[in-house]
């Protein structure tokens, strides 16, 4: 785990763990996820994970940054140049430092589209068939 990344068992808990910018950029983004799409919220490995058949996105607070990524995210960059591959499968991640912010209607196209990926190509986080 990251320095400053809260350790929660539920979302509730996880945001009552933060404060200033970094509270007001979760709640922004996971704000637009959740009015986006149906989603399932949950806690899993240390951060908030959005679920739709699968992983969809991710938001993740550390100490000096806050992390909104995407299991499919490298099929996302055009939608969000600042969405940086790596890790397994498609993951891209978009880091925001104090200052930076996402404007909500990219967050509902990201959102949107990264849903539609796993309807049409299923779970991302299992081997493909």
């Known amino acids: 785990m990251q320095p400053g990344a809260p350790k929660a068992d539920s979302p509730a808990e996880y945001l009552a763990q933060l404060d200033g910018w ?3 950029t979760v709640e922004a983004l996971r704000k637009a996820a959740m009015a986006a799409a149906p989603l399932e ?3 899993k490995w240390t ?3 959005y679920f739709a058949n699968g992983p969809v996105l991710l938001i993740r607070a550390e100490a ?3 992390l909104f990524g995407f299991w499919r995210g490298k099929r996302l960059r055009h939608i969000e140049p600042r969405l940086k591959p790596g890790g397994k499968f498609e993951l891209a991640t ?3 430092r104090e200052g ?3 404007d909500a209607a990219i967050a ?3 959102v949107q589209a990264a849903v539609a990926l796993n309807r049409e190509l299923g779970d991302p986080s299992k081997p493909s068939a």
Do not use: G, K
């Open 22 to 24: 970094r509270l007001a």
């Open 41 to 43: 919220e949950r806690i």
């Open 47 to 49: 951060h908030l994970v």
């Open 64 to 66: 000096a940054r806050v």
């Open 94 to 96: 978009m880091v925001l």
């Open 100 to 102: 930076d912010s996402v």
């Open 108 to 110: 509902t196209r990201l």
